[in-house]
């Protein structure tokens, strides 16, 4: 085996996945793995791939968006067409990504109220039990 290739005992290692998770990629057709018999061997390719496809799924893209940001740099080895759909994706999320946290910190803000509230009348209860 070339030093270009790796198991997927290796990716698995080096990329902190499960086997299951490189198959599933592989079944939708993400990752191209070269087999040998039931070996699959990935090419640096892959490897360039899945961690694209890592900080994808880490931002919040589906992986149907991952698949098309991938294939438009298949089709014709250009990046540009690729970065500028990538750069509106990630505006798009970001603003997603900046709308929620701007939810969870008023969710956050109402809990403590209520929490503030509860142990307030648990101290009530306290003392008018003592």
């Given at each position: ?25 592989e ?17 640096k ?62 969710a ?16 009530r ?6």
């Open positions: 085996m070339t030093t270009d290739l790796m198991t997927i005992r290796e990716m698995c290692e080096a990329y902190d996945v499960t086997p299951r998770t490189l198959r599933f990629y079944s939708k057709e993400l990752l191209f793995p070269i087999r040998e018999g039931t070996r699959r061997l990935f090419t390719r892959d490897r360039a791939r899945l961690t694209l496809i890592l900080r994808g799924k880490r931002f919040g893209f589906s992986l149907e968006d991952i698949r098309q940001l991938l294939d438009m740099y298949d089709r014709d080895g250009s990046q540009e067409t690729q970065l500028r759909r990538t750069y509106d994706l990630a505006r798009e999320r970001l603003a997603a990504m900046e709308t929620q946290r701007a939810e969870l910190d008023v956050i803000a109402d809990l403590k109220d209520q929490l503030a509230w509860g142990e307030e009348m648990l101290a209860f306290a003392s008018n039990a003592a």
